[in-house]
């Protein structure tokens, strides 16, 4: 028996002009991303900030650190705005960047952000943007306890 395994993000993606995606070692700017998902048509702009807390579950954290496999992740990136505009049409921005490296309590580690005309459309979109990230893409973390010990874990095993 021959299976036909079929891979949605093998086939390239181009992204759309007006869209930003990173992934960097730079600190994420907030006014940046907002301007980037900033448009005339827009009637709400939503962004999503994920950043460092000090505890996982209960347990301190001093810091998480984050690697990615930039190419794929860059390809689900361009493929989750594309399902957000054939889910939501009106979206006239698809921001998404995520940094990588170590990062200390506080710190940004990603940013989404939709720009749409309609507030509850941009809500949806963003919220998709951000759980299909942490599902599909390619990114591993390293909790760094306060006791000294650590261990990586797939964005996508977080639940929260």
Known sequence: ??????????????????????????????????????????????????????????????????????????????????????QWSDVNRVVIHHRVGRLHIGEISVLVAVGCPHRSEAFEACRYAIDTLKHNAPIWKKEHWEDGSSSWVSIGACEH
């Open 1 to 86: 028996m021959n299976l036909v395994v079929t891979d949605r993000f093998a086939t390239p993606i181009k992204p759309n002009a007006k869209d930003s995606f990173a992934i960097n070692f730079a600190p994420l700017s907030l006014e940046e991303v907002y301007a980037k998902a900033d448009d005339p048509a827009n009637g709400a702009v939503v962004v999503m900030s994920g950043m460092v807390r000090n505890q996982t579950d209960g347990k301190p954290v001093v810091a998480l650190e984050y690697q990615a496999y930039e190419p794929m992740a860059l390809r689900v990136f361009y493929q989750i705005a594309a399902d957000i505009r054939q």
